[in-house]
């Protein structure tokens, strides 16, 4: 099981790199709603309190630096997890698969493709000389068609 998840990851198509978006969206939400909801109020109690804690107004205009701030943060999170998470454990596999300490996704090895083939063209000989087709009646159709 764990071999079959192992290749998964590191067979490089569009649908992995799909799964790993939707996976990074979700999580970077999570992140998001962290921020909004935690770290946003703490810049906000830093910064002072009251009506415009996290924003200074000028001319009549508010600019809020606490979403700039939480924004960073989510950020920051977010490439950390993914980079701790998700890069660093495959660039530790795949450097172990250069150096030859775990194998690569498993193909099935020439004698193995050799052996299926023979095995196909025997069944296919045997059919051949029996007259029976790939549903056991006489030449390929079912015994219930004849009547």
């Not at 993914?82 to 172990?96: C, D, G, H, Q, S």
Request: aromatic share 10%; charged share 20%; glycine share 10%.
């Amino acid at each position: 099981m764990l071999k079959g998840f192992k290749d998964f990851l590191l067979r490089g198509n569009v649908v992995d790199l799909a799964v790993a978006v939707a996976i990074g969206a979700a999580f970077t939400a999570v992140v998001t709603a962290f921020t909004g909801a935690f770290l946003k109020p703490l810049i906000q109690v830093f910064s002072g309190g009251g009506e415009f804690a996290g924003s200074f107004v000028v001319n009549g205009v508010v600019f809020d630096y606490a979403n700039f701030i939480n924004a960073i943060i989510t950020f920051l999170i977010t490439a950390a997890v993914i980079y701790f998470l998700v890069v660093l454990p495959l660039k530790y596999v795949e450097e172990r698969r250069r150096r030859g300490e775990e194998a690569g996704p498993a193909d099935p090895t020439d004698v193995e493709l050799l052996t299926e083939i023979r095995d196909l063209l025997r069944e296919q000989s045997i059919r051949a000389a029996t007259g029976t087709g790939r549903d056991g009646g006489p030449d390929g159709r079912i015994p219930q068609q004849d009547r």
